[in-house]
């Protein structure tokens, strides 16, 4: 026998099931359904009809007419840096901030602690005039930099790792003759690869979904990303919806991919920055 | 032996300098010094071209408050963002809380309830710039109402002054109201589950144990939630820039859309700076508030 209030408590929250993903999904559903539609069968279809039949053209078209590859190959180009750069900055920063006490310790942590509450997009006021004084403007440097600059949420959770590896085994490994430097890329970077792999899948998504950064200091065609190819593409007069929604989904799918193969991840590194952060 | 110990000191130091080295300095370049700029340009005409420019005291922040009506506008449309996100809290926290019972299917409910957080924003913009489009170029919502016979409800959601900001709203409660429900139950998991047990056999009901066990567990969330909705919604941008620019008029433009307006359209880089800076003041601000405010309920119900 199931106690009534469970039945109940079980009701309620399907029911919630049920409301929110039709809620979530009607529109994306609705996006992909137009993306196989023509122009005709958009004006004329419920927006909830399945495409008779399947019509691939408004693909071929944004691939044609937008620079849907360029910005494929720009974002993989970002990730790749941007997490190369993280991973071993964030990794070397978190092992001296947990593992030394030093004079300066306090400060670091306040300008990274500053990092994080300075608002994101009016700060681009000022950062402007660094970005083209260092001459980085309409390259790819720009964006690598920046991502790679601030990122206080990634380091608290690399510390966090780096604290639950005890200091007996640094201790140790000095004690065989080991020198600072070997034990961490002997000792911690090794034990903290999980760590890292949480917070590249992170990073990852917020670097393809990024869209002023890229926008601001990389307009060059050669340089746009998937963000800022797609939002060019709908300037375009091909843009219209059906095309323009075979863009969407083509824009969406690389981040829906990481999540559905690295979902884990994802989890662990919001909690992660939620609880311990 | 000492000899020992400052060759180990000396060490620690080239590894300080070492790993520390390249982070600060990005962090200098990147961050810090463009923040100190943007206080320094607060105070100035710059227009972000000529190669000089005036300090002209406070006129950038007394022209913004008084001679930039927009700026008010913007204000009031980031407090609608603000309290229809905060109303969803408690909502928000609910539904952790069944996600966290362990129901079947929760585990699924947690996967597509996170999935409109992660998938690009530009692309959901335009993707509801098309939901949301007038009747006669496939206005998927309208076409929907009418064909359930609900026309009376079918408004001109992003032409409407009086409607377009309850649009957006909308938008960003889509992506963002999944993410608080995870980071709420990040919180509840983390609550040992013999309170719960101690609390059936004490024969509590689910309300109290929400208002005695769940609520007082999760301050530490509930916290972090509040200040990424005050961060959130002052820095609304997105949105208003992909679907309607702002329009129609000012009428969906959000203060951070504004500051980036009159930075980089009107090239008014000193009343921009100027807008930064007390955005920057405010998020500070009103966390600050809202903690003392939740922190004051708190010791409420510890005294009971």
Same mark, same amino acid.
């Given at each position: ?277 | ?22 982070? /600060? =300095?990005? +962090? *200098?370049? @990147?961050? $810090? ?8 340009? &607060? ?67 947690? /996967? =597509?309830? +996170? *999935?409109? @957080?992660? $998938? ?8 509801? &710039? ?175």
């Amino acid at each position: 026998m199931i106690p009534i209030n469970k039945i109940i408590n079980r009701t309620i929250f399907y029911i919630f099931f049920v409301i929110i993903g039709i809620i979530i999904f009607l529109p994306l559903l609705i996006t992909v359904f137009a993306s196989f539609k023509t122009a005709r069968q958009i004006s004329v279809d419920f927006p909830l009809k399945l495409p008779s039949t399947p019509h691939l053209k408004n693909y071929i078209t944004v691939f044609q007419r937008g620079d849907l590859l360029t910005g494929y190959l720009n974002s993989l180009i970002l990730v790749v840096f941007t997490l190369l750069i993280n991973s071993l900055l964030g990794s070397m920063a978190a092992y001296c901030l947990s593992r030394f006490r030093f004079k300066l310790r306090k400060l670091f942590f306040f300008l990274f602690m500053l990092g994080m509450i300075v608002p994101i997009y009016v700060t681009e006021v000022a950062r402007f005039s660094v970005i083209q004084a260092l001459g980085l403007y309409n390259t790819r440097g720009s964006a690598i930099l920046i991502y790679a600059a601030a990122d206080m949420m990634q380091l608290y959770i690399i510390i966090q790792f780096v604290k639950n590896i005890p200091v007996s085994i640094d201790e140790s490994a000095l004690l065989d003759g080991c020198s600072y430097f070997q034990i961490y890329f002997r000792i911690i970077l090794p034990l903290i690869v999980p760590a890292i792999a949480t917070l590249a899948t992170l990073k990852s998504i917020e670097v393809i979904n990024d869209m002023y950064i890229p926008y601001l200091y990389m307009p060059k065609t050669s340089l746009l990303t998937m963000t800022t190819s797609i939002m060019r593409f709908a300037g375009t007069r091909y843009a219209r919806w059906e095309v323009l929604s075979a863009g969407i989904i083509l824009v969406m799918l690389p981040t829906i991919l990481l999540y559905v193969f690295f979902q884990k991840f994802v989890f662990k590194g919001i909690t992660a920055g939620a609880v311990k952060g | 032996m000492s000899d020992h110990i400052s060759y180990r000191k000396k060490q620690q130091y080239t590894v300080l300098f070492a790993f520390l080295f390249i982070p /600060t =300095i990005l +962090l *200098l370049l @990147f961050v $810090i010094i463009p923040l100190v700029k943007l206080f320094e340009y &607060s105070f100035s005409d710059w227009n972000g071209i000529t190669k000089t420019y005036h300090y002209i005291g406070f006129d950038n922040f007394i022209k913004v408050f008084n001679k930039m009506p927009d700026v008010w506008l913007s204000l009031r449309n980031n407090a609608l963002y603000f309290f229809i996100h905060l109303f969803f809290i408690p909502l928000e926290i609910i539904m952790a809380y069944m996600i966290d019972k362990k129901i079947r299917g929760a585990g699924l409910f947690k /996967t =597509i309830i +996170l *999935l409109p @957080f992660i $998938i690009n924003g530009v692309a959901v913009s335009y993707m509801f &710039s098309a939901f949301f489009a007038p009747g006669f170029v496939n206005g998927a919502l309208t076409m929907i109402l009418k064909n359930l016979g609900l026309d009376f409800l079918v408004q001109n959601w992003l032409s409407d002054k009086e409607v377009v900001n309850y649009s957006l709203v909308f938008v960003s409660l889509w992506r963002y109201s999944g993410f608080h429900i995870i980071l709420f139950l990040a919180g509840l998991q983390s609550i040992p589950k013999e309170l719960y047990e101690s609390a059936a056999m004490d024969g509590a009901g689910e309300i109290r144990i929400l208002y005695h066990i769940v609520l007082p567990n999760i301050m530490t969330v509930i916290e972090i939630v509040l200040f990424l909705n005050v961060r959130g919604a002052l820095q609304v941008f997105d949105i208003p820039f992909v679907m309607t620019n702002g329009g129609p008029g000012h009428a969906s433009s959000t203060f951070t859309f504004y500051t980036i307006e009159t930075a980089f359209k009107f090239n008014n880089i000193g009343a921009a700076s100027a807008m930064a800076v007390v955005l920057f003041l405010l998020i500070i601000l009103i966390s600050k508030i809202q903690n003392s405010l939740i922190h004051g309920r708190k010791f409420l119900y510890d005294s009971n």
